[in-house]
């Protein structure tokens, strides 16, 4: 009995990684023809018999692609759509027996007749007794998604096919296969600017999706999101910013974010739940009067929207959960989102976290409250301490006020166990280059019928994006059990740090990033080197730490050369480490060493260049003079690294 429910479960398991993995794509497959291929188009007969050939291999992996059906089980449970083909078309060839598919070219179209004669001659040929008896080999023309014939090449005869995972195996291991391709979509753009091999191993994302249908760089709409997943862009560096968003292919699935606002409306596409494979619910509703009601499945606004009597902004709870998990606006586009209409009131606000906290996964919820004031509520702050406990991460927004939340007598920012989040300047139609002052700004978008954004503001919408962020991190990292102190901590050591400007003296000087780092320029134009630069290394010189490249002259480098100074070696040609001891700036000669002193040059107060003391006492930045027998005493050395 126990063994039995053991292998029970393991089958569970196995089906459910198939299916799980199951991604279905285009290969390209040539197949050898042992027929000499260059009489194609000249010699009816060699076209007819390659026809055949050909058209008989691509009966044998429909029918694999048949029987593997199962195989192409989408992510949702769902059947491939292009499968539905198969119950028209296999149907009507059972319904005629001894017939083929003729799988229809349709550059290089088949002649049946022809095809037909050859193929009842074989037959013939095969077994001469059985001629009288046998029926004419009949063909169905089809015109399939699942496999079609292409073109002769030199090397065989070229075939698409959709196949499963499971289906393309056992295709490799038919005879005549000669070469197997996925077929990967090119860009209609001619130069893929971005290397996705790249960003999968910078961020270990199980999948890099790329959102760039809003590459009109010109205006920067949508940049809110392209911020995410870059570094600092900077003009010198890449000339062009590259407002394209980087995610991780789960994007917040089975992640719950939780919304106190007032109301929240899904009728717009941004809502999308992909068939069902998120929720995306008003679950309740926090009224004035101390009212509180859980809208059942039934109830329609559980699923249209909600709002509570008295409100006092319609569209603010729609763009903040759009801005979190919109399809098109939104950071975490397959996390699950709720809204809590919640009354403006401090008491309605503590309902619906207690409500959250009710229904809240632990280790798999986020709350954004995205409200401010002033007062201090101990029975809020020990809610929250509470959900804190109990796994639920929360982002609270900074307020649109220019002045330290930190104080406790701030709504929410202020608060033990939140996370504060702060926003920047506006960046529609601005050079980006600019837009990182502290500020309120920093528009985000509103899909109004589907065509037009409108634009809002504030720190309201950047706090989603902060959540937004941080569900895809849940999503991605399944294994790790993220609460309050590890997600804090994870956002800040992936945060980009020191970028902003005009920051007063103590605030926290970090930029959202969502793990993928390396700046692209959509021109291909790099001058710097490393993450600013698409990680390009100096072909002469060294890699600051601010990722410029600097060049030698023959005998000084800049002191940004040096490791101890941020000189980024696996981007530079070398970078200098240096252990001088000496305090000697006298240059005589270019000599150095004992009884001349170091190579390191000053020009003024302040050191503007190092050389390197080569074995035989002379200053330099060649290899003779840094690299083997370089007295480190006396100057820089190339660093070992
Ligand atoms: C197709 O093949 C038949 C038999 O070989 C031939 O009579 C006919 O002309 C061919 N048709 C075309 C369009 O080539
Ligand atoms: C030829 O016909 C015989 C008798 O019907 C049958 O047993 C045999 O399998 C056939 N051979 C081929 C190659 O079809
Ligand atoms: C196609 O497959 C061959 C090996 O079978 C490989 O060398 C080649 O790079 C592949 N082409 C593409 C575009 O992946
Ligand atoms: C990615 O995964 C590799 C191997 O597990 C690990 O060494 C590396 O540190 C990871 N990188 C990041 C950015 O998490
Ligand atoms: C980019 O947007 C501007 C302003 O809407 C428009 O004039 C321009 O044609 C667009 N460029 C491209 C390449 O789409
Ligand atoms: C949802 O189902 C519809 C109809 O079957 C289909 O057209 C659409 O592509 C599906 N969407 C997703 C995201 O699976
Ligand atoms: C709603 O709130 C947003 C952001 O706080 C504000 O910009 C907008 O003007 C408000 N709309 C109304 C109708 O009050
Ligand atoms: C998230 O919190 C911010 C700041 O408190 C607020 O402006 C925004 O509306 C909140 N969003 C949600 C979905 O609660
Ligand atoms: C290396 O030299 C630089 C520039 O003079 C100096 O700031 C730094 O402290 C030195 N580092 C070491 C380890 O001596
Ligand atoms: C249900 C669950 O997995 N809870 C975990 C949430 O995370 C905390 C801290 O990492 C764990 O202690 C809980 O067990």
Redesign the pocket.
């Known amino acids: 009995m126990k063994s039995l429910s053991f292998a029970f479960m393991i089958v569970v398991l196995f089906n459910y990684f198939i299916n799980a993995l199951a991604d279905n794509d285009h290969y390209i497959i040539t197949i050898k023809t042992k027929i000499n291929l260059k009489d194609y188009d000249d010699d009816q007969n060699v076209k007819d018999a390659v026809d055949v050939f050909v058209n008989d291999k691509l009966n044998d992996i429909y029918d694999i692609i048949e029987e593997n059906k199962d195989t192409y089980t989408l992510e949702n449970g769902q059947m491939d759509e292009r499968l539905e083909e198969l119950d028209s078309i296999v149907m009507n060839k059972r319904h005629h027996r001894s017939t083929k598919l003729l799988f229809v070219n349709q550059v290089n179209p088949q002649n049946i007749t022809a095809i037909q004669n050859l193929q009842n001659l074989q037959k013939r040929s095969d077994n001469s007794t059985e001629i009288l008896d046998d029926k004419i080999e009949e063909y169905i023309p089809v015109e399939s998604k699942l496999v079609s014939p292409i073109c002769p090449l030199d090397s065989g005869y070229a075939v698409v096919i959709y196949a499963s995972d499971e289906v393309i195996k056992k295709v490799k291991k038919l005879p005549d296969i000669k070469?197997?391709?996925?077929s990967?979509p090119t860009e209609n753009d001619a130069n893929t600017y971005y290397n996705l091999d790249f960003i999968q191993k910078e961020t270990n994302w199980t999948d890099v999706i790329v959102q760039d249908r809003f590459k009109n760089v010109s205006r920067n709409f949508y940049s809110h999101l392209s911020l995410l997943s870059q570094s600092h862009f900077d003009s010198e560096s890449t000339e062009v910013y590259d407002n394209t968003y980087y995610y991780p292919k789960t994007a917040g699935q089975d992640i719950d974010i939780y919304f106190i606002e007032e109301s929240g409306y899904f009728d717009y596409d941004e809502f999308d739940t992909y068939n069902g494979s998120r929720t995306i619910t008003c679950d309740a509703i926090s009224d004035i009067n101390y009212d509180f009601t859980e809208l059942s499945y039934d109830d329609e606004r559980r699923v249209k929207g909600c709002e509570v009597s008295n409100i006092k902004n319609t569209s603010h709870g729609t763009i903040v959960s759009m801005t979190a998990g919109g399809k098109y606006t939104g950071a975490a586009k397959k996390a699950n989102l709720h809204i809590i209409a919640t009354s403006l009131h401090s008491f309605s606000e503590l309902q619906s976290l207690e409500y959250i906290r009710k229904h809240a996964r632990p280790n798999k919820t986020i709350i954004n409250i995205s409200r401010t004031g002033y007062g201090y509520y101990s029975e809020i702050q020990e809610k929250i301490i509470e959900l804190r406990r109990s796994g639920v991460i929360i982002f609270v927004a900074a307020g649109n006020n220019k002045e330290n939340c930190c104080s406790s007598m701030h709504l929410y920012g202020g608060f033990d166990d939140v996370i504060t989040v702060g926003a920047t300047e506006d960046t529609i139609d601005r050079d980006i280059s600019e837009v990182f002052y502290p500020s309120v700004g920093g528009f985000y978008l509103f899909e109004k019928d589907g065509t037009d954004y409108f634009r809002d503001y504030g720190t309201s919408y950047a706090t989603p994006l902060v959540a937004g962020v941080a569900a895809t991190i849940m999503s991605e990292h399944t294994e790790i059990r993220y609460n309050y102190n590890l997600m804090k901590k994870t956002l800040i050591d992936m945060s980009l740090k020191d970028i902003l400007y005009g920051l007063p003296g103590e605030t926290a000087n970090r930029f959202i990033n969502n793990g993928k780092r390396v700046v692209y320029s959509p021109n291909n134009a790099y001058h710097g080197c490393g993450e600013n630069s698409g990680y390009s290394k100096c072909s002469k010189g060294c890699c600051s730490k601010d990722n410029k490249c600097i060049e030698f002259d023959g005998s000084s480098a800049s002191q940004y050369c040096y490791v101890s100074l941020g000189c980024q070696s696996e981007y530079s040609e070398f970078c200098l480490s240096n252990k001088s001891t000496s305090t000697s700036t006298r240059l005589v000669n270019n000599r150095c060493g004992p009884g001349y002193g170091s190579c390191i040059i000053k020009k003024s107060r302040y050191i503007d260049g190092v050389g390197c003391c080569s074995k035989d006492g002379y200053c330099g930045t060649s290899s003779q003079h840094c690299g083997k027998g370089c007295q480190s005493e006396f100057g820089a050395c190339y660093s070992s690294n």
């Open positions: 070469r197997c391709n996925k990967i």
